[in-house]
């Protein structure tokens, strides 16, 4: 890959670490969020959906590390 290749890799990767920190973040949030909930209310509907928010955004964020780590092999 030439000079060119590698520094638009560079700046897609910059974009993809800065969206994985901010998805990251808001998956800390919804799980402080849920583990201030009472156990009664983690196990109600809405807990279902805060925790199945959370395994979401955790999955993206392990997708997105992996594609990061991808990158950095061609970079």
Do not use: F
Not at 21 to 26: A, G, I, N, P
Not at 29 to 52: A, C, F, I, T, V
């Amino acid at each position: 890959m030439n000079a060119q290749g590698r520094k638009e890799i560079a700046k897609h990767l910059a974009s993809l670490n800065e969206i994985k920190d901010k998805l990251e973040s808001m998956r800390d949030d919804e799980e402080e969020k849920y583990d201030n909930m009472p156990e009664g209310l983690q196990e109600s509907e809405r807990g279902e959906q805060m925790q199945e928010a959370i395994d979401a955004l955790d999955n993206a964020v392990n997708s997105l590390e992996e594609a990061i780590d991808s990158l950095n092999e061609i970079n």
